[in-house]
């Protein structure tokens, strides 16, 4: 689709919309804002959708949707955009979805959306932020559960949780487990086509994946007479994978598809992790609040990955990879707030971190003799960081219009591989940042912001990974460097009637030493530094009440986005788009509730993402869901709250059984030559799902 389509599309759109905002500006009142951007929700707002838990208040919140924050090391690129009781859970591992659900809603004494910047809330970039705030009297000894069964293509598969909330001399402490798995299948065609047009291979392949993990956690949190606060946290994660991909290979001849071979690819893999934190808060006289936080995060991981092949003459060919990952995290942080009157507040924080891998991995082939070892570069390799990083920052709120954030971080680290690499570096970053917010009505607001982010480096990208079933190898790199970004953006929200909203943005990246996958020797892919990129992209967020159109308690959410990037090629020398990234996408949600009948119904569409990826001998493009599914998903579901105050929802994921669609093309040596040598398409189903998912408190 070009550009001026799009925006075309992007036009319809709103002119669709406005009359519906026009019209809902009449029919319901808008939430209590104060002067700073914060909409507050009482427990009322929520009544219609008789919520069980925190988590079922959440969703509701007009223009918010969770997020979990990035997986980095540290904490300080790890928030999520949800706190409690104006604070951060300590906790990485533990999602926000699960602290919420263990959290029932009368526990709620009501949901701050906190817009552009606040003080006292540490809104560490993110232009929205919910701060769910508790009742300081209510019973904390409830328990919460939640049960659920999926199905899909006759294959079932039983999760859930259950969490013992309980008080113990004077603390609150909570006690859970929970169960997560599934099972997905998934069929179709592989074809792969010569530059003639010639079918030369026609493959019929068959996928089965089945993951399961339980994860036992431990939180307390204890007050004090003196106002203090101690936060401990422990949660373990065992996880079991297995894949097995199974393809019957077929060649074309004058009349007929003859027997080629039969490639079967597998993969077993089992980790087991550990995570223990805390956090100690105080207050030093009327201004100033301390926070110390301490985390520890070990982690280990194996993996068995096999590949197999036998042909019409029954010649056997096999590989095998062994791999063996160790990591660790550990983690201090302090954060001082200082409230210097009702319009300056400042907050500085200090963290130190040490982060370990040690990372194995062995290469295997079998051509008929038995498994012969392979020897690859960086294959068994120790890599170790000590990074450090002080920030100050200041929010000024000057009227009851503006809200003004400045800030700067400054982070330093120390990187040494060791083993099959040797390599010592050393970076330093300043990071500065400034936003703004104006409030231009009790319905309209302006955002703006402007900040420099300092990538993380991944520890995988310093070790040699293969894929067996692609046979693909990425060599690691331990010349790698951080990628530095200058990001802009600017924002318009515009709230309306009770549960309306709409949000358009714009942002602007430009990236130095943007990492992508370079050529080594001619031969292997490796992570790296491709230069300078930039990036732009337009948002469009909206949830729009349906009540003036005859659909009474309904609202629809609309999410699209467009963007466009440029680079470097590494190995053609031209300019193109970067890999790996979705320039466009968009989705719809519907909901509908019948507060007399404690029922809500709905369904939501999913358009998927398409991405492409540029290695040394091969280009791939790929559309899928960003989630589970298949492009172009469709699903809908019922609601009910009817029964002994149990949220039960049954959905139908997958309707429209769009497949998932791969393209590879591979090259008769690098890309810039320009030869082609096949082109590889594939298309899979994965069926219908169906669930049922029962959840409460008592």
Known sequence: MHKRQIFGVLGLGACLFLPVLAHA????????????GVSEY??????????????????????????NGDNVRGFGGAAGNVVINDERPSSKSDSLENILQRISADRVARIDLIRGSSPGIDMRGLSRVVNV??????????????????????????????VRNLTLAGADISLGISRQGGPFRGSGIENRVLPSGVLDERRDEEVKRD???????????????NDH???????????????????????????????????????????????????????????????????????TAKGVFSSSSVDAAQSRSASRVSTRNVTSETISRAVVDWALSKKHSLQFTAEAALNDLSANLQLESDNGAGFVPIVLPVSDTRVKERRGEVSASWVYVPNASWTIESGLKYETSRLSQSGDASRTRRFSFPKPSFSASYNMSEK?????????TVAQLDFGDFVTSVNLTDDLTDVGNPELEPDRTWTTKAEWERRFAKKGSITISAKREWITQVQGRVPIDDAFDAPGNLGDASIWQLDFVARLPLDSLGLKNATLDATSFISDSTVTDPVTGLRRKLGGRAHRNFGFEFRQDVSAKRFAWGWAYKNGVTRRQFRLFESQTGRRAENRGSPRAFSAFIETTRFAGVTAIFDVRNILNRPTTRSRTLYDGPRSLGVVEAIESQRRKGGLRYRLQLRGTF
Do not use: C
Not at 46 to 61: H, I, K
Not at 211 to 225: G, V
Not at 241 to 270: C, M, Q, Y
């Open 133 to 162: 705030i508790l009742k300081t009297d209510a019973q904390t000894a409830r328990n919460s559960w939640s049960y659920e069964t999926t199905v899909s293509r006759r294959l079932s598969v039983i999760n859930g949780e259950f």
């Open 42 to 67: 009482p427990p009322e707002f929520f009544a219609s959708y008789f919520p069980v838990t925190a988590l079922d208040m959440v969703r509701q919140v007009p223009g918010f949707s969770i997020d």
């Open 211 to 225: 993951f399961i993990f339980w994860t036992p956690t431990f939180n307390l949190e204890k007050k004090f007479a």
């Open 229 to 299: 606060v101690l936060h401990l946290s422990a949660q373990a994660l065992d996880f079991k994978f297995v894949r097995n991909e199974n393809s019957f290979v077929e060649r074309p001849t004058a009349s007929r598809l003859d027997f080629l071979r039969f490639d079967l690819s597998g993969a077993r893999v089992h980790d087991k992790s550990t995570e223990f934190g805390g956090d100690y808060s105080f207050a030093i006289g009327k201004d100033w609040d301390v926070k110390i936080i301490g985390l520890r995060n070990d982690k």
């Open 25 to 36: 500006d009449d029919a319901k009142p808008v939430p209590a804002t104060s002067s700073e």
């Open 444 to 452: 309209n607001q302006l955002r703006f912001s402007a900040e420099r």
